[in-house]
């Protein structure tokens, strides 16, 4: 009988929490001291990491869950949102529609852009040059990923997404104060400066850039990444579809009625005109 209940017990395993009557502990924690206490940004850091950060790392942290909670209405989770509320689902749903088109071509880029610092950082530390490792890590995304490197180049902001030098200037201000290192600012930046070579038009970083620098600065897994932004873009879906429950609206696509789709199928046929023979 032991041994069904060691069973049942190790089913699941988790070091996250210890539940049991009277007793709630996040990573030994208890939650009566957690609240009231320590920030949200911490709190996310304890469960994920494993350990509560600093406060310049919680600092760093929040600012770029901050940065990257909502890009409007235009942008396709939120449009998602909006568009399931119109169709009588409630927030849960409408957020979980948002956040499930999340993936690598929306939403995906500040894990691939953590993967290519990274990449980089190996480089530097076999002893290339900081400029060496990002064209060859540039070169060798292209010629096996895409010829679109992210985190760089915004098809919006064409001449520069206004916050990722806030971001950036926030992780250099942590690093002077040896919170963190600073090396995946220089990264980030040698990325910048490599692709921009050469060009009428420079090719700046983007917000997924600049949030890749400082999950880099915190350690992060290049999972972890896309996780955290899921996070912090929920926060402007949930605003969307709130919006959207009162301000109405039934059954809204993703333009007025008025405006039709392209149509590119046969002529118009008639059944008609067919040999019933040939119709099954």
């Given amino acids: 009988m032991s041994d069904d209940r060691t069973e049942v017990r190790d089913w699941w395993r988790t070091s996250i929490i210890e539940m049991r009557p009277g007793t709630i502990r996040f ?10 206490t320590v920030s949200f940004p911490a709190m996310i850091w304890l469960m994920v990491a494993g350990r509560l950060p600093s406060a310049d790392e919680a600092h760093l942290l929040e600012a770029a869950l901050v940065a990257a909670v909502d890009h409007g209405p235009q942008a396709p989770s939120i449009a998602a949102a909006r568009m399931a509320v119109t169709c009588g689902l409630p927030l849960n749903n409408a957020i979980g529609s948002a956040v499930n088109m999340l993936g690598d071509v929306h939403g995906g880029a500040g894990q691939q852009t953590l993967e290519l610092y990274y990449e980089i950082d190996r480089c530097l530390e076999a002893g290339e040059s900081l400029e060496e490792a990002a064209a060859a890590a540039i070169a060798g995304w292209q010629a096996t990923r ?3 490197i992210p985190g760089f180049g915004h098809r919006f ?13 926030l992780v250099r201000e942590a690093a002077g104060r040896g919170a963190v290192s600073g090396r995946f ?5 040698a990325v ?13 970083m983007n917000i997924d850039g600049a949030t890749a620098v400082i999950f880099a600065e915190l350690g992060c897994a290049p999972p ?4 955290l932004f899921c996070l912090s873009r929920s926060v402007g879906i949930l605003a969307h579809a709130w919006e959207q429950t009162q301000q109405g609206g039934r059954n809204k696509g993703p333009v ?19 040999k019933p023979e040939e119709i099954q």
């Fill in 146 to 148: 895409s010829k679109f």
């Fill in 192 to 204: 910048e400066a490599t692709l921009s070579k050469g060009r009428d038009r420079p090719v700046p």
């Fill in 157 to 169: 902001h064409k001449d520069g997404d206004p916050r990722a030098p806030r971001l950036l200037a």
């Fill in 224 to 227: 972890l990444a896309r996780g």
């Fill in 27 to 36: 990573r030994g924690y208890p939650i009566e001291e957690l609240a009231g």
């Fill in 256 to 274: 007025p009625p008025r405006f039709l789709y392209t149509y590119e199928g046969p002529a118009p046929a008639s059944l008609a005109q067919e």
């Fill in 185 to 189: 600012a220089d990264i980030g930046s």
